[in-house]
């Protein structure tokens, strides 16, 4: 199984960013799929699931209404659609498949002026 996340990079607050996980060898509308992210010093911490059926879950409560867990069967890829951002959403991001135990290299989301 490969993850590969893009899609991160420097943006100013209250601007938005949609990150994308690309599988491979895997098919992700077969599998319960995870955004997670890790700040600076802090614990890796779960942002949002898409289950095989689509149904979505923002966990965090600090990202509600801000951000969205999408999938596109075709392309084989899960996205993070992220809007108003702020400084604290600054941080590596990561997808995974958690039955797996399968996780990407991580992309890197700063937001600052």
């Known amino acids: 199984v490969q993850l590969v996340e893009s899609g991160g990079g420097l943006v100013q607050p209250g601007g938005s960013l949609r990150l994308s996980c690309a599988a491979s060898?895997?098919?992700?509308?077969?599998?319960?799929m995870s955004w997670y992210r890790q700040a600076q010093g802090k614990e890796r911490e779960l942002v949002a699931s898409?289950?095989?059926?689509?149904?979505?879950?923002t966990v965090l409560d600090s990202v509600k209404g801000r951000f969205t867990i999408a999938r596109d069967n075709a392309k084989n890829t899960v996205y993070l659609q992220m809007s108003s951002l702020k400084p604290e959403d600054t941080a590596v991001y990561f997808c995974?498949?958690?039955?797996?135990?399968?996780w990407g290299q991580g992309t890197q989301v700063t937001v600052s002026s």
């Open positions: 898409i289950t095989p059926s689509g149904v979505t879950r």
């Open positions: 060898r895997l098919t992700v509308n077969a599998y319960h």
């Open positions: 995974s498949v958690p039955l797996l135990n399968s």
